[in-house]
């Protein structure tokens, strides 16, 4: 049957089709009938706020905003397997799948989508919505609107059609309604996440384009008219009615029914059809909302919200944990060490970074044990390399050392082979002396005990080694700050100004490395199921004398190649994997300050719920469900009690 498939596509890809429009499917087949019911309700606080980036990371977005995107938008043809760490084919979304190698080495994915995939309007989502995702994601507007487009090199025909010598992207078919065909070129394989590239979701095309169609007349699709910037700042950027904030046609587990810039309030999509495993949402309605530190914890014992996710403030922590000790059994708790790091991102638009003796100088300056102890309370460590705790990579090569899903290593995360930096101001001292920053304002020798500043002569002009980290608006950041970077930094002769800044600003000056007027930012990585290489690459073009840009560009190159691996080849890629880590730290392309553990807070009126089965809250949550309290064993409170005690004291 499986033969008798791919003959029968093989005979259909030489015929042109015509795209059909999308049909509205009989009004009985509603998936899920919790819809209905308001009842099922669950507040879900997070210290994270929204900026409105529900519509892909085009245009940036925050954690939260992540969050909101994984509950209203959904039907990739592929999903992550955790049992086999790795990504396959949906069967919630595919009737049916194959993959042909060709005989020049490209690769062509073909995918039968299921006859009963639905928009959230009841309207049947088609191949030419997964067309139009593509199209809409590598086109050239998106820039033009302040946007990031995805790349999509490895597709077949991209590049000429991106550069105006094709109409139509090859690499990308559409066969009647349901099916969809990707070919990737050889020279993009091999690819160590290879199904992950079909990761697609659709997107409505008549919300995002109206007057737009997707065609297909045997060459491979194209827009029947271009894209425009001044189309999608109409229709997706506009603040109070574009799908970038308001999607409304949707096609994940959820509907968004409104969002104030603070609080997004979501009801369960009847027309979801469900994960692979057969899950729908059970609870009927969401409300997620910006928390604070101070008080998130009390919001949950009062029963005003019943999930606080990634709570990492060392106080709230330290407060639920005693809240959880002492509920009776009504509240619970989840902890999972962070994929990701916060870290110290050095602009290459910064002349004064640009020198690995400065950066070595705030590296061997900067405190990161007693900051990290400070500021995560004890619930995060030190990192020496691009890598988070929860990183499976780092995990698989630490091994023991690596610590268990609950703790973390006491004496910080880190690996042979890896350039560590240790707190020497001594050191950074000799390293300014030895780069030549030696004067003072007036180009005389610079004194400690006179002057505050350390100076060089380049050419005629004097110039102050002055620095500004922008850093995300908390006055905790500050004081922590205070003690452990700007004084050491001050006495080791260097003005560090910090700049608090909201997420958009500091993501935006992370993305575009334009010259912000920053020299370093403060900020977190989250890695995702995937290393995407494209988190390294350089953000502007080597001009000949720029040494941070050189060393990126080092970075990058084994980046690029490691995740040029057979997909079976796990060995070869955590090889490949910490050689770019070693070659991180040898050019101190940017330095890593901690990982820590997150925490999620919820009452027990919430089953089912792992956080652990998803990329996030969001994930897991369809998995779950609300009911009035449960009568737990009394040899279930004791172990509960016990591993909590263990754990964190009585």
């Known amino acids: 049957m499986k033969k008798l498939m791919v003959f029968l596509l093989a005979f259909l890809l030489m015929v042109p089709h015509t795209v059909r429009a999308e049909n509205k499917l009989p009004d009985e087949a509603v998936w899920n009938r919790w819809y209905q019911d308001e009842r099922a309700r669950l507040t879900v606080g997070t210290v994270t706020p929204m900026e409105g980036r529900f519509f892909t990371d085009l245009w940036g977005g925050t954690a939260s905003d992540l969050d909101v995107q994984m509950l209203l938008h959904a039907a990739a043809p592929v999903r992550w397997d955790g049992k086999l760490n790795r990504f396959v084919f949906d069967r919630s979304v595919l009737e049916d799948a194959a993959v042909l190698t060709n005989s020049d080495g490209s690769r062509t994915y073909l995918m039968v989508l299921a006859e009963d995939l639905r928009w959230s309007d009841g309207t049947r989502i088609t191949a030419a919505d997964y067309a139009f995702s593509i199209l809409l994601q590598m086109d050239p507007a998106v820039a033009e609107t302040g946007g990031r487009p995805k790349d999509f090199s490895w597709l077949e025909g991209s590049e000429a059609y991106l550069n105006g010598q094709a109409k139509a992207l090859s690499g990308v078919r559409v066969i009647g309604d349901n099916i969809l065909q990707v070919t990737v070129k050889a020279e993009a394989l091999p690819y160590y996440y290879e199904l992950n590239r079909l990761a697609i979701q659709p997107y409505p095309i008549g919300a995002i384009a109206p007057g737009t169609a997707v065609r297909d007349e045997g060459e491979g699709v194209y827009l029947s008219r271009p894209l425009t910037a001044g189309t999608l700042e109409q229709m997706v950027l506009n603040e109070t009615t574009g799908y970038l904030s308001h999607p ?7 509907l968004l029914k409104s969002f104030d810039g603070i609080t997004a309030r979501f009801a369960a999509n009847p027309y979801f059809r469900g994960t692979e495993d057969g899950y729908t949402p059970r609870i009927g309605r969401i409300t997620f909302t910006a928390e604070h530190n101070s008080d998130m914890v009390s919001r949950l014992t009062k029963g005003e919200a019943g999930l606080l996710n990634k709570v990492t ?6 407060d639920g944990i005693r809240c959880v000790m002492a509920s009776q059994d009504t509240l619970a708790m989840q902890v999972r060490p962070r994929a990701g790091l916060t870290m110290i991102w050095f602009m290459e638009s910064s002349p004064k970074v640009q020198e690995k003796a400065v950066r070595e100088a705030v590296a061997c300056c900067f405190d990161r044990d007693t900051f990290t102890r400070l500021y995560t309370g004890g619930f995060g460590t030190r990192s020496d390399g691009f890598f988070g705790a929860g990183q499976w990579m780092y995990r698989m090569e630490a091994g023991e050392d690596a610590g268990d899903a609950k703790t973390l290593p006491e004496k910080g ?19 300014l002396d030895a780069a030549g920053w030696t004067l003072n304002e007036k180009g005389e020798t610079y004194n400690p005990y006179r002057d505050s500043v350390r100076y060089k002569r380049t050419g005629e002009k004097l110039t102050g080694l002055e620095l500004t980290l922008a850093v995300p608006d908390s006055e905790e950041i500050l004081k922590e700050l205070e003690l452990t970077l700007i004084t050491p930094l001050k006495e080791a002769g260097i003005r560090l100004t910090v700049v608090p800044v909201s997420m958009e600003v500091l993501r935006e000056a992370y993305d575009g490395g334009k010259d912000s007027g920053y020299d370093m930012l403060y900020l977190g990585e989250n890695f995702s199921r995937i290393f995407d290489p494209e988190i390294l690459k350089p953000r502007k073009e080597n001009d000949g004398d720029s040494e941070l840009t050189r060393g990126r560009e080092e970075v990058y190159g084994l980046a690029l190649d490691m995740v040029r691996t057979e997909p079976e080849d796990t060995e070869g890629f955590v090889r490949k994997w910490t050689a770019m880590q070693e070659k991180i730290t040898e050019t101190l392309a940017l330095l890593p300050v901690y990982s820590n553990l997150y925490f999620d807070f919820h009452t027990r009126e919430l089953h089912q719920y792992d956080v652990t089965r998803g990329a996030s809250w969001a994930e897991a949550i369809v998995y779950s469900c609300m009911s009035d309290m ?5 040899e279930e409170r004791q172990r509960i009690r016990r591993e909590l005690e263990e754990q964190f004291g009585k």
Do not use: F, H, M, N
């Open 313 to 318: 403030g060392a106080e709230a922590i330290r």
């Open 413 to 431: 995360l880190t690996l042979p082979g890896l350039t560590c930096y240790t707190t020497d101001r001594e050191k950074a001292v000799r390293l």
């Open 630 to 634: 449960e009568e737990l064993s009394g």
């Open 248 to 254: 409304q046609k949707v096609s994940g587990p959820y």
